[in-house]
């Protein structure tokens, strides 16, 4: 019987363990299906829940959090706390990838048939030149992505979470949803987290949202589902910054499940559009090649006329064809660009790819968020008004002492106007920032107090006084106010009060007039009103500010005016930018009012104006929108994905979009935009990843020199196709025609490839380094789909190539009176051709404005390659060693002498046409009632 008892005790307990374990199972199955749960869950969700209930769906304890064990289940499931990115492709794939623009594969391809057809040197070239390109774009866009790479990550590196009961830092990425996060003045949130514990927490969110003011955080369950994430005060936001107080939180978002997840993938599934100037030089490889074909069948259908055999007619056709592609148009076009970033970067701005140089001169539109790019994300106090109605103007920006305060025509120090002094007692005592070597620690309001304090040498007055209680800003309220006693009497009680207007004067029965408490009227109470109403209507947020022993009976001291200030020099920027015809558009996260005040300011809303909100985004679908947009200034109360629609909208009606920015919120933007520009300084390293361009010194500016480079490389490379065809034709026309007229070959083969080596070489690529001319930035915004052979161009290349071709034929008709080809004749007709192009580089330093104009030594790249082409040709001519090579005898001075007159021809005529064409273009300005700034330059 004790056996039996023995055995059944043993199965009952092991029937207790076998249940135990099941729950214990259960309840640990339950607690990682509700982890997984949360994922469904959106934030706007969230904060629409207690946290008990958070806690609950999430398995955490508010006091000791999760155990060690949770959460390596958890992790299983949701990873670690940050962003798989793709790693970065191998070096020799990215080199590879170079090679696949047109023009390269339709040089790669003449270079092939050049080798099929044994003409190994042109093979070889042309291979050299490929190389050469490839590889200066390769090493110039590699420098500037590893310039990159010192940026630091937005997620924080430590955090302070709560497990197994106690508080611990660790690395961030080691967060789980469910744990518990402590957070304190200075921290970066490292996940998304809903608050249950806010003790004065401020949060600031303007790397996110676009707004300045740090939004103040509370633990209360939002009683409406709201969109926007800025209604969502209960939820802490992962890469915010806590500007003052502290607070705890449960981590309902980790990496890109968190809502900076959301703009990371959303960043991710952009691809970054084509560059106009990489279109351009798509559509000129295509337009090359079938004038190469069309050249083979032109020649083949002549030479099977004169009843030539069809294969030498097809070998001779091909060889011209070959020698028609000017593979030296990518050598120029990366080494202009090349030479373009490099001057961008003496601008303080790094570019990161080579086309985004030129992409700026096609920019019709720029998207420009607020804070931090117009302005100087530096709250800054710029009016005080004092209860006795004395008006002082704050000069200087940001938090630190430079600027004055500006009364009566007087600078303010100390307590030289004592009203004025009274305002800054009671703005630095109920005052928590500190400014310590220019560095605010606590609110940006409170922050540009003090900066105000500290011009006026005021900023210690506080450290008379002892502080015995604090009562800290709150939405219900709208004030904060502080108890101090004087260290001289600390039986003496004293309130001090900032906050908005009407609340204040709520509390005050008195108010101080130089040095003297006076009785409050209505009458003053409404001259205070109209005194805020119109420093609100020039976009200033005005704080409040009074003293008092009595908390119901205070002395009202004066008001206070608070602005993000435009940049410094930005308002003339924007003016230079519209008188481009370009557009500006402002886009930010703040609410309507600032957002149109700074945009007054900056001279971009005006009457007549029209503005539009996220909301009103949202309510419109794609075609309405695009039929708007172009009327619209100022986008306010926007997020990420209401920008990315933006920019999308005006790409689909034909805009080439710029957008700079400095926060998370304008990543996806950034990269969806025809050229994104990120601030350097301020600007997140999200911002700057996503970006094309980043501006080093946060300057508005830049920009245009950028637009100006932009436009320019484009009319240097413009200037050198039109050299370069214009010799190609000529020589093409030269050769066809003697081929097709029975003529002696005016030219050997050595005597080509010198002359292939000047019309690829030295003087062609001093072209592409022609100075950019200044004026162009006011000259209208390229239009992307405008080819680099425009009509204007292919005629001044038709009129060049036949002036070079009827000289040269005549020069070598002339030389061949006697019937026979001598040394003489061949060097005569060489160096005619090799003068005239030098004289057609000359003229095509600038397609409208004169050399005479814009200098003969502007451009000392050209100047050296010329001077190094003429040595080389004399050489070729008096050099014995060479005239072997060449075929070649001397020529007397009288020679040269004719040359010159002759062949400068080209030069005079392009002369006169420039002069002609200025003035026609001036004269129908004139009747127009327009202004020109460069006649037909930029035809």
């Known amino acids: 019987m004790e056996i039996v008892n023995k055995i059944m005790l043993k199965s009952y307990v092991k029937s207790i363990g076998r249940i135990l374990f099941r729950n214990r199972e259960t309840t640990l199955t339950e607690k990682a299906n509700s982890a997984v749960m949360m994922r469904n869950l959106t934030m706007a969700e969230v904060s629409c829940l207690s946290y008990h209930d958070i806690a609950s769906q999430l398995g955490t304890d508010l006091q000791s959090g999760l155990t060690d064990i949770e959460v390596s289940r958890r992790r299983k499931n949701h990873g670690y706390n940050e962003f798989e990115i793709s790693g970065d492709e191998p070096l020799w794939k990215k080199y590879l990838g170079q090679f696949k623009e047109p023009l390269i594969l339709l040089l790669l391809a003449s270079a092939c048939v050049s080798a099929i057809m044994g003409q190994f040197d042109d093979a ?38 709560v497990r197994n009961g106690k508080l611990e830092t660790f690395l961030a990425r080691q967060l789980v949803p469910g744990d518990i996060v402590y957070l304190s003045i200075g921290d970066r949130v490292p996940g998304d987290l809903r608050l249950f514990e806010a003790y004065d927490l401020s949060i600031d969110e303007s790397s996110f949202t676009g707004e300045p003011e740090p939004v103040s955080k509370m633990n209360d369950v939002s009683a409406v589902k709201q969109k926007g994430i800025t209604h969502r005060n209960n939820i802490a936001f992962m890469g915010t910054l806590v500007r003052c107080g502290n607070g705890k939180g449960i981590v309902v978002g980790t990496g890109e499940n968190s809502e900076f997840g959301e703009v990371f993938k959303m960043m ?62 990518p050598i120029v076009v990366t080494v202009t660009l090349a030479i373009g970033v490099m001057r961008m970067a003496t601008r303080k701005a790094i570019v990161k790819k080579l086309p985004i140089v030129e992409t700026l001169g096609c920019v019709d539109v720029i998207c420009s968020d607020k804070t931090g790019t117009l302005t100087k994300n530096e709250m800054t106090v710029t009016q005080m008004i004092t209860a006795d109605c004395q008006l002082a103007e704050v000069t200087g920006v940001g938090y630190d002492a430079s600027g004055e305060v500006i009364c009566n025509r007087e600078v303010v120090r100390d307590g030289s106007n004592p009203s004025v002094a009274k305002v800054m007692e009671v703005a630095v005592i109920c005052n928590n920032a500190q400014i310590v070597k220019g560095v605010l620690q606590g609110q940006p309001t409170e922050g540009a107090l003090l900066a105000c304090a500290i011009k006026m040498n005021m900023e210690s007055v506080r450290n008379d006084f002892i502080r015995l209680h604090e009562w800290p800003f709150n939405s219900d309220t709208k004030y904060m106010k502080v108890k101090v006693a004087p260290k001289r009497n600390l039986s003496e009680e004293v309130f001090y009060v900032k906050g908005a207007l009407d609340q204040v004067l709520s509390l005050c029965r008195y108010f101080y007039s130089s040095g003297l408490v006076l009785p409050q009227t209505q009458k003053q109470e409404q001259l205070f009103h109209q005194h805020a109403a119109h420093m609100g209507t020039a976009g200033l947020r005005v704080l409040a500010l009074a003293y008092g022993n009595s908390e119901t009976a205070l002395t009202f001291v004066g008001m206070v005016g608070i602005i993000d200030p435009p940049r410094d020099g930005i308002r003339e920027a924007i003016t230079t930018l519209l008188s481009t015809g370009a557009t500006l558009k402002m886009v930010t996260g703040d609410a309507e009012e600032t957002a149109l005040a700074i945009a007054s300011r900056l001279g971009l809303y005006a009457s007549g104006a029209k503005a539009l909100s996220g909301e009103q985004i949202d309510q419109m679908d794609v075609g309405q929108l695009e039929k708007v947009i172009d009327h619209i200034c100022v986008f306010y109360r926007v997020s990420p994905r209401h920008k990315l629609t933006i920019v999308k909208a005006l790409q689909n009606i034909g805009h080439v979009v710029g957008m700079t920015g400095d926060g998370v919120n304008d990543a996806v933007a950034l990269k969806s935009a025809d050229i994104g520009i990120a601030m350097g300084r301020t600007g997140t390293d999200v911002s700057k990843e996503a970006a094309d361009m980043i501006l080093v010194d946060d300057n508005f500016e830049t920009i245009l020199s950028a637009i100006e480079e932009g436009k320019g490389i484009f009319y240097n490379i413009r200037n050198f196709v039109r050299f370069q065809l214009s010799m190609s034709i000529a020589a093409l026309t030269l050769i066809t025609l003697s081929t097709v007229m029975k003529l002696p070959n005016p030219l050997n083969a050595m005597q080509i490839l010198w002359i292939n080596i000047i019309m690829d070489g030295p003087p062609a690529q001093s072209l592409g380094v022609e100075p950019v001319d200044h004026d162009v930035i006011r000259q209208p915004p ?93 050489l070729v001519i008096y050099f014995p060693p060479l005239q072997k090579v060449f075929q070649t005898e001397g020529l007397y001075f009288m020679d040269f002498v004719f040359l010159i007159f002759l062949t400068s021809s080209v030069f005079i005529v392009a002369e006169i046409r420039k002069a002609v064409e200025t003035f026609w273009t001036r004269r129908r300005n004139a009747t127009e009632g327009q202004h020109t700034y460069f006649g037909a330059d930029y035809i």
């Open 124 to 161: 070889v070239s042309i291979t050299v030149a490929i190389i050469i390109v490839v590889t200066v774009a390769f090493v110039q866009e590699y420098r500037s992505e590893k310039s990159l790479e010192a940026l630091s990550k937005l997620v924080p590196p430590k955090c302070h979470c």
């Open 268 to 329: 991710q599934a952009e691809e970054a559009p084509k560059t106009p100037l990489q279109i351009s030089m798509g559509e000129l490889g295509k337009q090359l090649s079938f004038y190469s074909f069309c050249i083979i069948g032109v020649i083949m259908f002549l030479g099977w006329l004169q009843g030539r055999r069809l294969l030498d007619m097809f070998t001779i056709g091909v060889s011209l064809a070959v020698a028609a592609i000017p593979e030296g148009l």
């Open 782 to 874: 390229r239009k992307s789909k405008d080819s680099i052979l425009t009509r204007h161009l292919i005629s001044n290349v038709i009129i060049s190539a036949a002036i070079i071709v009827t000289g040269t034929l005549w020069i070598f008709w002339k030389e061949l009176a006697d019937e026979k080809i001598t040394k003489r004749d061949t060097t005569m007709t060489f160096t005619c051709f090799v003068f005239f192009g030098m004289f057609n580089a000359l003229s095509c330093r600038s397609q409208g404005k004169s050399v005479f104009k814009i200098g003969f030594f502007t451009n000392r790249m050209f100047l050296v390659a010329v001077s190094g082409s003429l040595i080389g040709q004399l």
